[in-house]
């Protein structure tokens, strides 16, 4: 594949629509198929399994299908599981997800992550090369792998605070301690 081609393919590939996933319950391998049309992967990228869908399932991940059968709101958070996990841990996945506030209106969430993906996917074909020389390509890929760097250690501080942070509604932990005391 040429620079050319690549950022063709990040400028003009998203997942489909939250209205465009299909409406009708798929089976497990049915959402397996699908779900290859959903990534743009790359070199190295994992391919999803059955056995990782029951482990996003038994981990609180994915809600549980519907009998043995998948709905679009699987799909919405299984496109969004893929990718995320490519740089987050499952662990750090889940907890990014489980704090986004929307996250109970499947359709609002996922409208928002492809909208931030499309962006970013952008953002990241602009600093691809002009040319295909080994020289651009070797310093474009190192600066794009030390963005993803900061990145993804700015993610994981943001995630550490979230896990400290109370919820909405709840005491910080000093107003408990102090309740505690009295």
């Not at 929307?102 to 953002?123: K, N, Q």
């Not at 250690?153 to 896990?163: D, F, K, Q, T, V």
Request: charge should be negative; charged fraction near 25%; hydrophobic fraction near 40%.
């Amino acid at each position: 594949m040429s620079v050319e081609e690549l950022r063709r393919r990040m400028e003009e590939w998203q997942p489909a629509a939250y209205d465009a996933l299909p409406d009708i319950d798929l089976y497990k391998d049915q959402v397996l198929s699908y779900m290859q049309r959903q990534q743009l992967t790359g070199a190295g990228a994992d391919e999803l399994t059955g056995a990782m869908i029951n482990n996003y399932i038994k981990s609180g991940l994915l809600p549980r299908p519907s009998g043995k059968r998948y709905q679009r709101q699987h799909l919405a958070a299984l496109t969004a599981i893929c990718q995320l996990k490519q740089v987050l841990s499952v662990g750090d996945t889940s907890a990014l997800l489980s704090a986004q506030p929307d996250l109970a209106d499947t359709a609002s969430f996922y409208t928002r992550y492809v909208a931030r993906l499309g962006e970013a996917l952008h953002r990241a074909a602009a600093q691809l090369p002009e040319q295909d020389d080994r020289d651009a390509l070797a310093r474009c890929a190192l600066e794009l792998a030390v963005q993803s760097y900061a990145s993804q250690l700015a993610a994981r501080e943001l995630l550490g605070l979230l896990a400290a942070a109370p919820a909405a509604g709840e005491e910080p932990e000093q107003g408990k301690e102090k309740k505690n005391q009295r």
